[in-house]
């Protein structure tokens, strides 16, 4: 599991829900809809307008980025996130998630369209106090750190462990453009099963870089669990 919907007290998640649209505007935001999306506004507001012009900014030096990363997300980021999530923070600091987050840094490179998954290289992925929070996402922390708490309560209410604050930097090849998103992760009970693994972080290099297809690798990790108890 990993997007949640940012509607107040909503917990449709981009698997629940059929799909999660973007606020035009910041493409940050994450609505299952129109409702929660109206209801979620007031709160928003402020931080929809600095990361929208923030967005501008990044459209106009590099105008593909955005898109690239969006398709990018779309085909490879939710399982991938939630697994480093786990991997990372959970493996290091199993009850200091919350004042832990991860930084994941990825450099687009030459890709075939079709195959948007190949479009990022890892770059780094490293792990820091939440006080370091406020440096990278530039001041705009309230909105994330309240997606946080209300992310966290809602997982808590529905049986999961709680929820982790993954941050990718997305750079473009031409290195003049990088986009920052947070993305709230929840935790689940079924996540924290999976094996952890030492080497966490070279697979993360090599999952991205090989674009290697986590669905079908989850599903065969699953089928290997049962075929072994
Ligand atoms: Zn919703
Ligand atoms: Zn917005």
């Known amino acids: 599991m990993s997007r949640l919907c940012a509607g107040p007290s909503c917990f449709n998640t981009d698997q629940s829900a059929n799909q999660l649209r973007l606020c035009g505007k910041c493409k940050a935001a994450h609505y299952c809809s129109k409702e929660c999306q109206r209801r979620h506004w007031p709160s928003h507001r402020l931080f929809c307008q600095k990361q929208g012009a ?37 493996l290091k600091f199993p009850h200091g998630y919350r004042t832990k987050f991860m930084v994941l840094s990825i450099i687009e490179r030459k890709h075939d369209p079709s195959l948007p998954q190949t479009a990022f290289a890892f770059h780094d992925v490293s792990i820091h106090d939440m006080c370091r929070l406020q440096d990278l996402l530039r001041g705009d922390t309230d909105e994330v750190g309240s997606h946080m708490v209300e992310s966290e309560r809602l997982a808590k209410r529905h049986g999961h462990i709680g929820a982790a604050l993954l941050v990718i930097q997305a750079t473009s090849s031409l290195r003049t453009a990088t986009l920052v998103r947070a ?29 290697i297809d986590w669905r079908r690798m989850r599903k065969w990790e699953a089928g290997l669990n049962v075929a072994v108890s």
């Open 54 to 90: 923030q967005i501008s900014m990044v459209l106009a030096e590099c105008p593909s980025l955005h898109k690239t990363y969006s398709l990018w997300r779309k085909s490879m980021g939710a399982f991938l996130c939630t697994w480093i999530c786990v991997q990372g923070l959970v």
């Open 183 to 211: 993305v709230p992760v929840v935790l689940t009970l079924e996540d924290m099963a999976y094996e952890k693994e030492e080497h966490w972080e070279d697979m993360t290099k090599v999952i991205i870089n090989e674009a």
